[in-house]
């Protein structure tokens, strides 16, 4: 059975800090390349951070660079996406994404960054 559990979502000020989980079981994880993705209300998923198989090499939304970190742990079947400086546009529902033979996609957490 495949499962990406997101974890640590939540209300936090303008200016702080979270980190997010994403708890992978059922495929082999380290074949994968893991991302995450936002969606706003009313709008379009974008996406946020990936980062390679190995996690030598990462991309990132121009709108997240210098303020988010993807990273992963592939003895854990984890990646991580921390966000620092946040601010209300970073407001959304997060989902972590698997892309390698097959794709898959957590539930989703909500990240809510107040006024």
């Known amino acids: 059975q495949v499962q990406l559990v997101e974890s640590g979502g939540g209300l936090v000020e303008p200016g702080g800090s979270l980190t997010l989980s994403c708890a992978a079981s059922g495929f082999t994880f380290s074949s994968y390349v893991m991302t995450w993705y936002r969606q706003a209300p009313g709008q379009g998923r974008e996406l946020v951070a990936a980062?390679?198989?190995?996690?030598?090499?990462?991309n990132y939304a121009d709108s997240v660079k210098g303020r988010f970190t993807i990273s992963r742990d592939n003895a854990k079947n984890t990646a991580y996406l921390q966000m620092n400086g946040l601010k209300p546009e970073d407001t959304a529902v997060y989902y972590c994404?698997?892309?390698?033979?097959?794709?898959?996609w957590g539930q989703g957490t909500q990240v809510t960054v107040s006024s």
């Open positions: 994404n698997a892309y390698g033979q097959y794709t898959y």
């Open positions: 980062i390679a198989t190995t996690g030598g090499s990462t």
